[in-house]
């Protein structure tokens, strides 16, 4: 299986954290008359984990850090039962970053999962083509979230809190934030996805976030050059 990063999603027109360097939906149409699931934003780290157990955050030359040296050994002890084909995304929420947990189900929360298939493409060119094999490319699929569920208890995970689902709402999706996180904190905010299954070439049109004003404090070191401090787990 071809290694990627997860892509970059756009906030919601009304999202108040979004930043000059952010990427931002102009409408919301596209979301209209479409079932949809918002689960809530955790404040960690965007982590990959492959069959077999290779993992990388959003950079894939991620270097050392405690919180992956924790990844890293979760991601061995479950990946040798990841279907091939199949990789599993979420957040790594072993070290405080901006929010401090206190509740959480576990370290490595599942918010979604990719499924790569190997297709033949014929007189195009393909966006990933498959290394020594001619013609074939890997066509990469976000799973619908049915499935995701099924797969994430499969493999004894935990999925991110689920705030809404239902067909789009604007008033019932800007109600999901409450400031207040499920897993004892303070929410960082929502992300809302098509609840049914989408090409990761549309990704941009099919997922879109809400981020908190100021999720990001000025003058903060950043969490990577801090000692670590672990969240707390519920229970």
């Not at 990933?128 to 799973?143: C, I, K």
């Amino acid at each position: 299986m071809e290694r990627s990063k997860y892509p970059r999603s756009f906030h919601f027109p009304f999202s108040p954290g979004a930043t000059s360097d952010d990427k931002m939906l102009s409408s919301v149409e596209h979301f209209v008359g479409r079932e949809i699931v918002v689960s809530e934003k955790l404040d960690g780290e965007n982590t990959t984990i492959y069959p077999g157990g290779y993992t990388h955050a959003r950079s894939l030359d991620s270097r050392s850090h405690p919180s992956r040296d924790w990844m890293r050994a979760e991601a061995a002890r479950i990946g040798r039962d990841i279907p091939e084909g199949i990789k599993v995304t979420g957040e790594n929420c072993f070290a405080v970053h901006s929010i401090s947990y206190s509740a959480l189900p576990a370290y490595f929360m599942v918010f979604g999962m990719v499924e790569h298939t190997p297709v033949r493409v014929e007189g195009s060119k393909p966006a990933r083509r498959l290394s020594g094999r001619d013609g074939m490319v890997e066509a990469e699929t976000v799973l619908d979230w049915d499935t995701t569920v099924a797969y994430a208890e499969m493999l004894g995970l935990h999925m991110v809190p689920v705030l809404y689902r239902g067909p789009w709402d604007e008033a019932a999706v800007k109600a999901c934030y409450t400031g207040t996180s499920r897993c004892g904190g303070i929410q960082e905010g929502y992300v809302a996805r098509l609840a049914g299954s989408f090409p990761v070439s549309e990704f941009g049109m099919s997922l879109a976030k809400y981020v908190r004003e100021n999720h990001v404090l000025e003058g903060d070191d950043h969490w990577m050059h801090r000692a670590v401090v672990r969240n707390g787990l519920a229970g």
